[in-house]
């Protein structure tokens, strides 16, 4: 295209830096299980603290109360445990899905939730395909639940807490092209440990929660059913063919409206 | 003033079946309003974290719009095709399609968490543009207003108002186009909605042609509600409705059984077409399978069948019962992508409260009774007074 002058069509806005998404990265080989990342949330939000224990074979959910947990799997290689909270996808379902942009995707890749735009429709739950936004049923004034990577934490520049307490180092916070690096190193340093595949890298578009474990991911009980294309792109044919029909059926309805309007005239004719 | 006090005033007999059923399932639904606005929606409904929407949103509005489908079918038919002979159930359709819009778009105010902020992607408190909710928001504020300047001749008829219904009914033409062209697109943006539960909804109900199978089925279901409805309230109004209109009301019937056989077979062939390009045989011999073909074949064939056979044979009955059967399948089949289909292989199931009935319950009802009132006051069933055919 640049015979039609693409070098300055493709030029980049230059006043502005861009910003990288930040990611959070999971090792679920260096997990221990030990929840200080549920107990660092609940006390990061002002959240009540969590009641219950991981167990292999019990699975706790993420609910209103609650943005993270981790569970116990018994796999092939022994008891994994798998943390599990909002994915922060890079083009999430729930803000493309959300009609007041209450869900929003922000530059820097948390996705977080605007409480004074929130409507309650709950279409962000219905849409998310990680099933993360959770809402209080039992509340006059109800509020959506999810991890918002602690974003304003983020903003005062510092760490997610659950990323900060972390005595095992099985979080690792940083930008997301950073993090698919390392964890690309880590599974080539030690192929025998890993499985080798970055849940998150892909996965609905690309995530910026990524995920090294050592045993296949359906093991862990993740959503292997997830497509890899991103959800927004699903409603896209659909809401591209809005303004087609907005403009061009209206003409064609009217030239349908004249067209039979002369031809009755000329049956009523006809008839008298 | 004095009018309008004189016709607030209940017309006709207090103590009938209808009423002694209906009033107290109001009263009921509104005492669990109150409940539900107190102490949140999980207070009366069984919705979960998983199944976020239910019954409110799959019957109320997904299922109710649906039906409120005749009044852009007929106005097309009317007003676009100039097929005048359909002209007398113009009004009473597009008062009905307004009334349904009205009131399961109403529901939905009960459905949302936070309803004052409702009007946030109005005012442009986020503008979700990438949202079909977004779309399906404006279009059913602007469809509403649309049918009620479709309406509006019969509201200046019945004030004495002249001039109003001069410049109202030069208004039609445009609303209707404008209406249709929303119709076209929220009938399917409706079906839109559920394209990101990709992985949620059984394959049988799911495929990206969720949008297309909503709207050719609106055609039929818009058009059987027409034919039920135009038979009850035929019945019921009868005393309005003159010598000649009734006569006529059989020849309407006969001409909508042979649209609605046209729509189903165009539908029913775009299922087919639909199955055999997602490769779903396997699904068949299981459960929900056996549900399927039973939608397919006793919702959609046999009613379309029924209605190819009663029109050529001129049976009146026969319509009638296949457009029961058809509304019985548009809502098993709206129920099947919004409901039982949704999360079919969770361990457990999302099944309504006896609350969430009753409240469905109490907003069909509210609407029969505003629009059996609107219908004993307003020229809607009977002729328009006289006046207004002294045009010239």
């Known amino acids: 295209m640049s015979f039609l002058g693409g070098s300055k069509l493709n030029a980049k806005p230059a006043a502005k830096d861009p910003v990288e998404f930040k990611a959070i990265l999971y090792d679920s080989t260096r997990c221990v299980g030990c ?31 609650c943005r993270t947990v981790v569970n116990a799997y ?111 190193r880590r599974i080539a340093e030690n192929p025998d440990v890993y499985y080798d595949h970055i849940y998150g890298e892909t996965e609905a578009g690309g995530t910026s929660f990524l995920y090294l474990s050592p045993v296949p991911f359906e093991e862990l009980g993740f959503n292997t059913k997830v497509q890899n294309s991103s959800y927004p792109e699903l409603t896209k044919g659909f809401l591209y063919s809005v303004p087609s029909i907005f403009v061009l059926w209206p003409m064609i309805l009217l030239g349908i409206q004249d067209a039979t309007k002369k031809l009755n005239h000329k049956k009523t004719d006809d008839h008298e | 003033m004095k009018f309008l006090l004189g016709e607030l ?103 949302l968490g936070r309803p004052w902020n409702v009007i946030n992607p109005i005012i442009g408190n986020g503008f979700g543009t990438s949202s079909v909710l977004f779309l399906v928001a404006w279009h059913f504020l602007l469809y509403m207003i649309a049918e009620l300047i479709e309406f509006s001749p019969a509201i200046a008829e019945w004030l004495g108002a002249k001039r109003a219904v001069k410049i109202l009914s030069g208004m039609t033409l445009a609303a209707v186009i404008f209406g249709i062209t929303l119709s076209t697109l929220h009938q399917s943006g409706l079906g839109a909605l559920y394209l990101m539960a990709k992985e949620k909804i059984h394959p049988l109900w799911y495929s990206e042609f969720i949008p297309i199978l909503f709207f050719v089925s609106s055609i039929f279901a818009g058009l059987s509600m027409v034919i039920f409805e135009g038979s009850i309230t035929n019945k019921v109004f009868s005393d309005q409705i003159s010598e000649e209109r009734h006569k006529d009301h059989n020849r309407i019937l006969r001409g909508l059984s042979k649209i609605c056989a046209g729509a189903m077979f165009a539908y ?125």
């Open chain 1, 74 to 184: 018994e796999t092939s290689k022994g008891e994994v445990y798998v943390k599990r909270q909002c994915m922060h996808c890079n083009q999430p379902a729930c803000a493309s899905a959300c009609l007041t942009q209450a869900m929003h995707k922000t530059e820097e890749g948390p996705v977080i939730w605007r409480g004074d735009k929130c409507m309650g429709c709950r279409y962000c739950m219905v849409s998310c395909p990680f099933d993360v936004p959770k809402f209080e049923y039992h509340s006059a004034n109800p509020k959506i639940n999810k991890c918002t990577m602690c974003f304003e934490r983020l903003q005062e520049g510092k760490l997610p807490a659950c990323v900060e307490n972390c005595p095992a180092e099985a979080l690792v916070f940083g930008t997301r092209r950073e993090l698919i690096a390392e964890a690309r």
């Open chain 2, 268 to 392: 029913f062939f775009l299922q087919i077409l639909v199955f055999v390009h997602s490769k779903n045989w396997a699904y068949l011999s299981t459960k929900m399978g056996y549900w399927y073909l039973t939608e397919m074949l006793g919702f959609v064939l046999l009613p379309m069948l029924l209605f190819y056979y009663s029109y050529k044979r001129n049976h009146i009955l026969l319509i009638k019962l296949a457009a029961v059967l058809t509304m019985l399948g548009i809502i098993i089949n709206r129920l099947n992508v919004t409901v039982i289909g949704f999360r079919w292989d969770a361990a457990v199931h999302y099944i309504p409260s006896w609350m969430e009935i009753v409240v469905t319950m109490a907003v069909i009802f509210t609407e029969i009774w505003i629009f059996r009132w609107v219908v004993n006051r307003l020229p809607v069933l009977r002729e328009s007074p006289l006046w207004t055919h002294q045009k010239h």
């Open chain 1, 35 to 65: 929840q200080s990342c549920e107990f660092s949330c609940a006390e990061a939000h002002g959240l009540p603290e969590p009641e219950d224990y991981l167990e292999v074979g019990k699975v706790r959910k993420t609910n209103e109360n």
């Open chain 2, 9 to 111: 005033k209940p017309k006709g007999k207090m103590f009938t079946w209808f009423n002694v059923i209906s009033i107290p399932i109001m009263l009921l639904g509104l005492v669990l309003i109150v409940i539900r606005f107190w102490k949140g929606i999980g207070s009366i409904t069984n919705l979960t974290q998983e199944v976020p929407w239910g019954l409110w949103i799959g019957f109320d509005v997904v299922t109710g719009v649906a039906f409120a489908g005749g009044a852009y079918v007929i106005t097309f038919m009317v007003y676009i095709l100039n097929m005048k002979s359909y002209h007398s159930i113009v009004r009473v359709t597009v008062l009905n399609g307004f009334l349904a819009y009205v009131f399961y778009a109403g529901a939905l105010l009960l459905d």
